[in-house]
């Protein structure tokens, strides 16, 4: 239903900040709650973070919760993720997703969501 195309991953230092956007099309973004997860090497997709459709809500995992932001920007069918003081442990592709429709409980993957494929960051030491 929706084509989500990431963006904004590169090679960082550690300590430094990469800003992701996921670009939506298809569908009217404020449709869908949003989410980003990572696929680091060698390891399973993990949550990261999401928001509600409304932006009203936002959930992160508990290593990044006081670094990282999640926001949207639903006039430009956009979602962000700041991400700052980056950690080499936090290498990986970084995955945008978005929920269906049903309802979505993260940390949990969304059930029949959409998906990008991805952007790489490398966080150097």
């Known amino acids: 239903q929706v084509q989500l195309v990431e963006s904004g991953g590169g090679l960082v230092q550690a300590g430094g900040s990469l800003r992701l956007s996921c670009a939506a099309s298809?569908?009217?973004?404020?449709?869908?709650?949003m989410g980003w997860f990572r696929q680091a090497p060698g390891k399973e997709r993990e949550f990261v973070s999401s928001?509600?459709?409304?932006?009203?809500?936002?959930r992160y995992a508990e290593s990044v919760k006081d670094r990282f932001t999640i926001s949207r920007d639903n006039a430009k069918n956009t979602v962000y993720l700041q991400m700052n003081r980056l950690k080499p442990e936090e290498t990986g592709v970084y995955l945008c997703?978005?929920?269906?429709?049903?309802?979505?409980?993260?940390?949990?993957?969304?059930?029949?969501?959409?998906w990008g494929q991805g952007t790489q960051v490398t966080v150097s030491s």
């Open positions: 928001i509600s459709e409304s932006g009203g809500y936002t």
């Open positions: 997703a978005a929920g269906s429709g049903s309802r979505w409980y993260p940390p949990m993957e969304p059930a029949n969501g959409s």
């Open positions: 298809g569908r009217t973004l404020s449709t869908y709650a």
